[in-house]
């Protein structure tokens, strides 16, 4: 009768070991995380270099008048 029972344990952890999906959960959320940063940076790094263009035309409207 124990052996069964150890057996079973066995089983339970070698399903547990080959079990993949905890690691992939964590695997899309470290990708998530990298593209919201790339996404983050690109947005910041246009939104000023799209501000300087703004204040660029802004003043040469302004002189042109």
Known sequence: MQLFSLSK??????TFGQDEEGVTAIEYGLIA?????FIIASVTLVGSKL?????YVASQLAAAT
Do not use: D, E, H, Q
């Open 9 to 14: 344990i066995v089983r339970a952890v070698k």
């Open 33 to 37: 995380a990298l593209i919201a940063v």
């Open 51 to 55: 501000s300087a263009l703004f204040t």
